[in-house]
């Protein structure tokens, strides 16, 4: 059965609020600031580091007995399942449910279904919840935090991106891969390029310092993923691509001047349709310069420390 619609829960820091917002709007146009949105858009919870879990809604009613009689239409054959509801915390102005009442609610609605329950191992797992008075049931679907397992590298800098950080920039950078071509030009040990490349997005690396391109080789090598990551710098990129992630190289070793920032973005505006830049400066005037117009920005925070991440076009 085809879901109507997809409901998203999210579980974000407050620091993480803005940096969360800006990865809905690159995926679904529009955000909220509540931790619940509803979108006719697919994405794999998995992906975001900020999403808890996803409903595939095939059932909509207005009360539960209305959902009881629609998912009597529901046949599994010999596939077993399991049926959760998902109001287990407030959602949005919708108040979480107690444990007891929740469980009322999946026995009820797990009898009517044409199928075998399993509560342990089941085929299939099917998630009903109320929102806004407003009764949902599908297929549920749980984010894994792959991004979790990406923490410990074997190679890593202490001012790298976080990687929850790294993967919510590759998702405002690239939110639907099908046919784009990513860069990281300045990659670093390759923490953006570790979490793209684990997406499934088409992007190579490239850093100047042999020696981090050393790291991010390894760092992506040992995560069992493949990925291209050169020695050069920025200005002997010759392909185009359709977008371009950097994170501003910064730290007591890498002096960087305005000048040499400005001319990294000047390199960039030669080859890329559009740039996801992350930087601790302001640099909307080099950004101007450079030939880009920034359509989209937010804060990414951890604690007293700050990063803008600039959409450029």
Known sequence: MKATDYIYTYVRHKDEHDLCRLEMRSFFGFDVSANVLISTIGIAPSRSPFMKERLDV????????DIAQQVEQLTL???T???ICL???????TKKIGHSKRRKIEREIGLRIDGEPDLEQ???VFGVMVLDEKWYFGEYVESEAVWFQHQQKPHMYSTALSTRVARAV???AVPHPESVRAIDPCCGIGTVLVEALSMGIDIVGRDINPLVVLGSRKNIAHFGLQGDVTIGP???VANDYDVTIIDMPYNLFTHITEDEQLDIIKEAR????????VTIDTIDHMIEEAGFTIVDRCIAKKGTFSRQVLVCE
């Open 58 to 65: 095939f059932y909509k009613g207005t009360s539960l007995e």
């Open 77 to 79: 054959g010999t596939s």
């Open 81 to 83: 399942f399991r049926v």
């Open 87 to 93: 109001n287990t915390v407030d959602l949005d102005t």
């Open 122 to 124: 089941p085929d299939r």
């Open 170 to 172: 590759a998702n405002i």
């Open 234 to 236: 920025i200005a002997e």
């Open 270 to 277: 030669r080859f890329t349709k559009k740039a996801i830049i």
